[in-house]
């Protein structure tokens, strides 16, 4: 099924790990986000791709890198989690007016 | 920078009632999206409808309407008929027409359905 997939659906980590989260879309879309969601907060964006090759800040990009080597894949990583990354994360692609579609969410703990 | 204020963290009605969810934006842009997402507990994010600031129309789809007032900012959510299956998180959104196309989400609205 076309669509955004992300992976790991779940994740627990200790401070100061490291870990790569993977988005990937098959419908061909130029445009990828990262987003968090906290509770109270609504979803925020962390760093988004205009495409391959690209990347940018969104609102909340402090403790994250992200690359998009290929088009259809856009990773966020975190290079020393800390508590404060405790969320839920989506991953959406876009094109054009349409609208996003969304990944099922990965749910990491940092703890 | 735009924002997006959804005023109610929570709401619940009877089934079959109706419902009507609030949405205030802040933007200096004239062209514009606006959206409203169901996310249920499956975490999943469902488009519920879509409105284009340059139409005076209403969107509207089956039980699902919006009232876009572009002057005041403002793009309620109306829910007629509510179903058990409504239950979920409401986000409102935002979206330039041009640049970028990053969503500018509210603070979302838990919406019960109480048998």
């Known amino acids: 099924n076309a669509g955004v997939t992300q992976t790991p659906k779940f994740r627990v980590l200790k401070t100061g790990q490291s870990m790569t989260l993977l988005c990937a879309q098959d419908m061909n879309h130029e445009y990828m986000y990262w987003y968090r969601q906290d509770p109270g907060m609504g979803l925020r964006l962390i760093h988004y791709?205009?495409?391959?090759?690209?990347?940018a800040k969104g609102e909340v990009p402090d403790g994250y890198n992200v690359s998009r080597l290929k088009k259809q894949n856009f990773l966020l990583g975190l290079e020393s989690a800390a508590p404060s990354q405790t969320s839920v994360y989506f991953c959406?692609?876009?094109?054009?007016?349409?609208?996003?579609?969304f990944g099922s969410g990965t749910r990491l703990t940092v703890v | 920078a735009q924002t997006v204020t959804q005023s109610q963290p929570e709401m619940s009605v009877q089934e079959a009632e109706t419902v009507t969810l609030s949405c205030t934006y802040d933007?200096?842009?004239?062209?514009?999206?606006l959206f409203w997402y169901k996310q249920p507990p499956s975490r999943q994010m469902i488009l519920v409808i879509r409105q284009e600031a340059y139409k005076q129309q209403n969107a509207t789809e089956n039980r699902f309407s919006v009232n876009f007032q572009k002057a005041a900012k403002s793009f309620s959510l109306k829910i007629s008929d509510s179903q058990l299956g409504d239950t979920a998180m409401y986000f409102c959104a935002f979206r330039p027409l041009q640049g970028a196309q990053k969503l500018v989400f509210g603070q979302g609205t838990r919406l019960t359905i109480n048998p």
């Open positions: 933007t200096s842009e004239n062209n514009y999206y």
């Open positions: 791709s205009v495409g391959e090759g690209t990347t």
């Open positions: 959406a692609s876009s094109y054009s007016r349409l609208g996003y579609t």
